[in-house]
């Protein structure tokens, strides 16, 4: 059974930066593209960004490009996004997932918790 837990989310003022981390069980991690995913209040889940097994690449959502870094440390089973130049429209509850792009999440079901981020002056 997956299991993914994240944290490293809280409130931040507009401009500052927060560090996701995900630690992932039940997968063989070093094979598995990950990816972030997140859903704010009243709207469905969104892709984020996605990094392939060995790091080698990442792919974002326009939203994010230039701001978000998605990273792995497969020693860790652990997956991170930085999240630097935060907006108020990032607000959202966070998830990481098994996939690399947006279609390869959306038949996931073994969520973990997330964690929320809250970006407000």
């Known amino acids: 059974q997956v299991q993914l837990v994240e944290s490293g989310g809280g409130l931040a003022q507009p401009g500052e930066d927060l560090r996701l981390s995900c630690v992932a069980s039940g997968l063989t991690f070093d094979t598995q593209a990950m990816s972030w995913a997140r859903q704010a209040p009243g709207k469905g889940r969104e892709w984020v960004a996605g990094?392939?097994?060995?790091?080698?690449?990442?792919f974002y959502t326009d939203s994010v490009k230039d701001r978000f870094t998605i990273s792995r440390n497969n020693a860790k089973n652990a997956v991170y996004l930085q999240m630097n130049m935060l907006k108020p429209e990032d607000t959202a509850r966070y998830y990481c997932a098994p996939g690399l792009l947006p279609n390869h999440i959306t038949d996931f079901t073994s969520w973990g918790q997330g964690t929320q981020v809250t970006v407000s002056e």
């Open positions: 990094i392939y097994s060995d790091g080698s690449d990442a």
